[in-house]
Every structure is written in C-alpha cells, then in structure tokens.
C-alpha cells in the first residue's frame, strides 16, 4: 500500500492512498471465511460454503468494510510515522463503489494542516492579577457562621430565624378547624424548619411564637409543592404528598436554636484542627488566611481567562486552514451546511487558535500529566466529599481507594486529566510572566470579572 502527501496549499494537503489486490484480499478472505464457520446459510451447513459462494453473497460488503479500515488506518500511520500534525480529521475525497470485480484502487483524503505556532513567554509579558480584599464584614460572617456551626442546640423561648420548631401538625377543614375524622393527618411528632422555607410569608408566621403557641400555615406553599419534603414533614407516602394543599395547624410544643460557641482555646482548635492557636488575635489571623485561600480561586480563574485572552490575541496571528475546516464541520454536525457553516467557523477559531496555542506552550515546557498527578486530583476531590459529611480525619488508604473508584468513571477521569492539564498549564504561564498584583474589594472585583452584569 503505498501513501504519499501533496500539498495544495500552505495549509492544505492531499493524501493518495494506492491500493493492490495483496493488500487486502488475504483479510478479506479471512473474514469470508469466518462468516462462513459461524453464519447459518439456507442451504449449507455451517463451515461447508465454498469461498466462491461467500465471495457472492457477502464479498463486495466484506471488501468494502476491509478497505475502508485498512485505507484509514494507513492514513493515520502515515500521518503519524512522518509527524504530520493537522487539524480535524482526513476527509475522503468523494465516496467510491467498491466491486468485487476491480483489483486495484486509489483513495483520496483531503487534510488541514496544523500551522507553525511560535509564542514567547518571559517576564518582558505583564499581566494583571487581582487579588481580593479579606474585609472586616467577610472575617466577622465568617466567625459568625463558625461559632454557629461549633454552637450547641439548646431549648429556646421564641421563634427566630435559625430556630427548629417541634409540636403536633393537624390537618384542618375549609373552615379551618381541626379534622378529627379517620382520614385526617395527624403528626404527634412533626419538626419543621422556617429557614429552608421556600415561602418567606409562610416562615413568617412562625416568628416570634413561643411554646404552646399554635400557627396555621400552609405545607404546601412552604416547599413549592415538593413531593419528597411534604412526605417527610406531614409523614405521608409522596404519592399522597403531591396532592396535599390543605392548611394545617402546629401546636409548638419545642423551640430548638442554636447557642453560638463562645471564643476559646477549645473553640479555635475545633475549628481549626490540629494547630495550636491559643488567643484570639492568632485565631483571627488564621481566620483571614482561609477566607483568603478561598477566594483565591476566583484570582486565578479571572487571570486565566485575561491570560487566554491576551495571548491569543499576541500570538494568535496565524492562518488556519479555513476552507478544509468548515468542510469537516460540515461534515460532523448535522446542522451544518456550506450556506451557514461561516458564522460557526468564526466562533470557534479563537478557540481552535488556543488549542493549538497552550498546545506549543505545553511542547516548549514539557507539560506533561502523569498518573499521578490525576490520581492526587482526584484524591483532593474525594478529601472535600468525605469533608462535606464531617469526616475529615480519613486515612490516606480509604482517600485513594475512594479516588480510584472515582476515577473509574471514564468520563469523569477524562475531564479530571483536562483540569490537571489546565491547572499545569496556567501555573507554568504565571511563572513565566511578570504578574503586576492589584488588591480590589470583592464589589469591585464582581465588576471587573462581569462588567455587563455590573451594569444591569
């Protein structure tokens, strides 16, 4: 089988695959021969037809199935063996009628060649990068919502924002009396919570009752009609839930709320494990460093959307091979056509061009991801789940074989090596240019990463 490349433009190229009779008959008869020992043919026994017999009855798609993997493949070995990078997929040139008569054959595909990326990234390359203000207000939610969280529930005399609320739920009439007739819902033991309430009038109703209070109010209206927290509040099967629009009356017979954690030896290294804060100043500091590392992640994803955006546009002055381009998108998407295909060809080369941007970068900085760094991914992945739960302290043997069945998930393991490529990516980036750090308020930061959302 003999390839060759000719190029018909800077950026274009024809691939001609010759193709003789040696090249594929033996497969061709090799999978005739197949079919013929394990297919049931009217009229012989399996593993008793002739060649011949085969050849006429299943030869010419047989043939044509051969020769299409065996051209293709050579394409791509060809490709590959003599590193030509290109763009797409090698397209044929028109669709040819394979017959079991003609010998010889000579296909055509048609490629787009990758252009020649040059980008130089050193510290004479400025950007800017935003790093957000850790205010008062920030520090004092955050201690907030932790002395919450460490807080202790205790029995309250009022009903307030965070507050449980515990007593006997019944169902009432149109005239909004209690039902006592056998069909009536009665809950002796009902909880709800007016915080998660969907319906802020129906939350309410609650505030500011005390024990033995009663408060009529609507179930229904509180979760937008979900099926699953009706079944759960009035202890109902969700069939019976979905079509439950009557008021009901409560009885509080408990309010529950939290009592915030008191500042403290205790209290700091409860919530800050393992470490040996002591005083208040110290805790606070350590406060502002974990607020700042959460925000951290919206600096880099601002820088390495700017990043992208600058480098594309310094760099990005190259041609593509437009024409072959639009004949593959056309070719892949359904939806394509030749009369429309231009608008979409325009959307994609700025990100066509940074594929084959951070593809130079990653060549020039040996980039590269190994099974270990997609394991630790995922490894830091399933730390954060099993945080969710309260379970922090997991040993490093159940975090990596909890990562490992993460990573079973073929889809999710692929995106996962994508991200670590991303992150390695844009960590070499902000290494090698110079970064000129600017601190904003997070308002002004929201402004700048979505000014058309700033201005609605």
């Known amino acids: 089988m003999q390839v060759t490349l000719e190029k018909t433009s800077e950026l274009e190229g024809l691939i001609k695959v010759a193709v003789v009779e040696n090249d594929y008959l033996q497969k061709v008869n090799k999978e005739l021969k197949e079919i013929g020992r394990t297919r049931q043919i009217p009229g012989f026994r399996p593993g008793h037809v002739s060649i011949e017999q085969l050849r006429r009855r299943f030869g010419k798609d047989v043939k044509s199935h051969v020769l299409n993997e065996e051209v293709f493949n050579a394409v791509i070995n060809y490709l ?4 030509v990078d290109i763009l797409g997929e090698p397209l044929p040139v028109k669709v040819q009628e394979v017959n079991l008569d003609d010998k010889d054959y ?6 787009g060649l990758s252009p020649e ?8 390359f400025h950007m800017p990068y935003y790093n957000i203000e850790v205010s008062q207000e920030m520090v004092d939610q955050q201690d ?3 002395r919450e969280r460490f807080g202790a529930q205790v029995p309250g005399e009022t009903v307030e924002g965070k507050a449980l609320v515990k007593g006997a739920i019944m169902q009432l009439d149109a005239d909004g009396n209690v039902r006592s007739d056998e069909e009536a819902i009665q809950v002796v033991d009902g909880i709800v919570a007016p915080m998660f309430f969907k319906s802020e009038a129906e939350a309410d109703k609650f505030m500011g009752k005390k024990v033995g209070d009663k408060v009529a109010f609507n179930p229904w209206d509180t979760c937008n009609g979900n099926a699953a927290e009706l079944a759960s509040m009035l202890h109902i099967d969700k069939e019976k839930a979905a079509e439950m629009k009557d008021n009901f009356e409560m009885a509080i017979s408990e309010i529950i709320v939290v009592k915030p954690a008191e500042h403290g030896e205790q209290f700091y290294k409860e919530v800050f494990a393992g470490s040996e804060i002591t005083d208040e100043a110290a805790y606070y500091e350590e406060l502002r460093k974990m607020i700042a590392s959460q925000l951290a992640p919206n600096s880099d994803m601002m820088f390495n959307r700017d990043v992208q955006d600058e480098i594309v546009k310094r760099f990005g002055n190259f041609d593509l091979p437009a024409e072959f381009l639009k004949k593959w998108l056309v070719a892949r ?3 394509l056509t030749a009369e429309n295909v231009d608008t979409e060809y325009e959307k994609m080369v700025p990100g066509i061009k940074w594929e084959l941007i951070q593809g130079a970068i990653a060549r020039n900085q040996d980039i590269k991801v190994t099974e270990e760094d997609v394991l630790n991914f995922a490894k830091s992945i399933a730390l954060q789940q099993f ?5 922090t302290n997991m040993d490093d043997e159940t975090i990596t074989t909890y990562a490992k069945r993460i990573l079973e998930d073929k889809n999710y393991s692929r995106r996962i090596r994508e991200d670590v490529a991303n992150r390695k990516l844009f960590n070499v980036i902000k290494a090698l240019v110079s970064l000129d750090e600017k601190t904003l308020t997070l308002d002004e930061f929201k402004k700048l990463a979505n000014p058309e959302g700033a201005t609605e």
């Not at 590959?80 to 590193?83: F, I, M, P, V």
């Open 117 to 124: 990326v040059n980008v130089t990234l050193n510290k004479d």
């Open 387 to 391: 945080a969710q739960y309260g379970m």
């Open 106 to 111: 000579t296909f055509e595909y048609e490629i």
């Open 333 to 335: 998407n359904e939806g």
């Open 144 to 146: 907030t919502a932790l």
């Open 80 to 83: 590959r063996e003599n590193k």
